[in-house]
DNA sequence: ACGACAAATGAACCTCGGTTAATTACGACG
DNA sequence: CGTCGTAATTAACCGAGGTTCATTTGTCGT
């Protein structure tokens, strides 16, 4: 199946897709690094995830009811990705009970994911959170810029400056 | 599909399933108004949501993985549910095509609504998110009580006390 | 090796929300 | 009608993180 999609290769700051485009497609990252983030209306971004190889992303609103895209995917290193339409995914889905399967198992996974981020930013610190990603992500620090690593935690690089320094 | 399921009748303070359960299903909400809810390790207590008449609630992890739920779910007020085990889901959506794509369609709109989430939780302010709250919920100031919105929008109820005299 | 530009750190000040505790408002019920 | 229990409000204090700006540390490109 996935063969079937198209080969992509990123440099860094190249972009897969943008916020607002509506040609979204799920991506299977082979190699390198790839940040999907979002613009806030006051002009500040946010990151909403860092997807190494071996990821799986695409935008969950464009897969349901085919509207635009409301994050931007970029690379943050060289990276190569298969690229598959979301169209393409859902249409043989009607037909092929395997790859239906499949979709929700992916869907389910990605519903966990987000599932357990809520959970962080509702009930953990900025410095718990850190330490998550850390633990989670042991080389992520030396991958991306203190500046991304703190748009992550949703704080400011400064604050976490300060929390680096706490922590000794 | 759904006739196969079980009617539920809860009282208020009746919980459907508790954290850690492993027999979870899958909540058609008739009539009332479920609460979700975790409980974190220091013993506080965190509402994920609210779910009115026409929700649809369940589990991710017990649903990809058959993991233990990783939260709880409650009457808020007297509540009528239709109940489906999430193995008889999955066992028929093996065979069921048209199920399988139903699923992928609840999937998605739970990623959609967790994905907004993120957002909240990541730009908004404790009163942004109370106010969007009341926009998009406008009985619910009326149907929960003022820890319970405290508790959904991530502050404590003094906090929200502080917003209500804010905004005058 | 040098300068240039970006990244990271640091400091000073401010705001929001947490914590604790006291006070008030509003039941249900004898 | 008064009382007990719960919810909601208010206040005083504190700490984490935001904002702004200055300073240091890198890292390149030539």
Do not use: W
Not at 50 to 70: H, K, N, Q, R, Y
Not at 88 to 97: E, M, P
Not at 117 to 134: G, K, N, P, V
């Amino acid at each position: 199946m996935v063969k079937n999609g198209r080969k992509i290769v990123l440099e860094s700051g190249d972009h897969a897709f943008m916020q607002g485009d509506s040609d979204s497609k799920v991506y299977f990252v082979k190699s390198g690094l790839l940040k999907a983030y979002y613009i806030r209306s006051d002009g500040k971004e946010h990151i909403k995830s860092f997807l190494p190889e071996g990821s799986i992303i695409g935008s969950m609103v464009a897969l349901v009811d085919g509207d635009p895209c409301t994050f931007s995917l970029v690379a943050s290193e060289p990276t190569t990705a298969i690229a598959l339409p979301y169209k393409v995914l859902a249409d043989v889905a009607q037909s092929d009970i395997g790859l239906a399967n499949a979709l929700v198992g992916f869907l389910g996974t990605y519903g966990k994911r987000k599932e357990q981020r809520e959970y962080q930013l509702l009930s953990l610190s900025a410095e718990d959170r850190f330490a998550l990603l850390i633990e989670t992500m042991p080389d992520i620090a030396d991958r991306v810029s203190q500046a991304d690593l703190a748009s992550y935690i949703g704080i400011t690089p400064q604050a976490l400056s300060r929390i680096k320094r706490r922590l000794k």
